[in-house]
């Protein structure tokens, strides 16, 4: 995959993860933001910060959430950036550190 490519695929699959926040920030307690091409989360209690954003060097995703770094890659058969080491999609990766910071299970 080339650069453009990449790109294009990041892009689209941000807009769609925002807009899944959006919707599921309506029942939970968290704010999404989504500006310059990164996606951030914001949560009053416990304060947190979730960050997500392309990075086109190595044409991964990466998320920062709970002190920790998952860097996800593009994977052809399933359509979506998937985490290697659990194969879970990124909308899943998230779905499960708002859950883990929330106490409460969010679907995106």
């Not at 926040?21 to 500006?35: I, M, R, T």
């Not at 920790?68 to 359509?79: G, I, P, T, V």
């Not at 910071?101 to 995106?108: D, F, H, R, W, Y």
């Amino acid at each position: 995959m080339d650069d453009r490519e990449f790109q294009k695929r990041a892009d689209e699959a941000l807009t769609q993860l925002y807009s899944a926040l959006v919707k599921a920030s309506d029942e939970a307690e968290f704010e999404p933001e989504f500006q310059a091409g990164a996606l951030s989360i914001e949560f009053e209690d416990p304060p947190a910060r979730f960050v997500v954003s392309p990075n086109s060097p190595v044409r991964q995703v990466w998320v920062s959430a709970h002190s920790r770094s998952f860097k996800l890659d593009w994977n052809d058969a399933r359509a979506a950036f998937v985490l290697r080491d659990t194969g879970q999609t990124l909308a899943e990766v998230i779905a499960s550190a708002i859950g883990q910071q929330t106490g409460e299970e969010v679907s995106l």
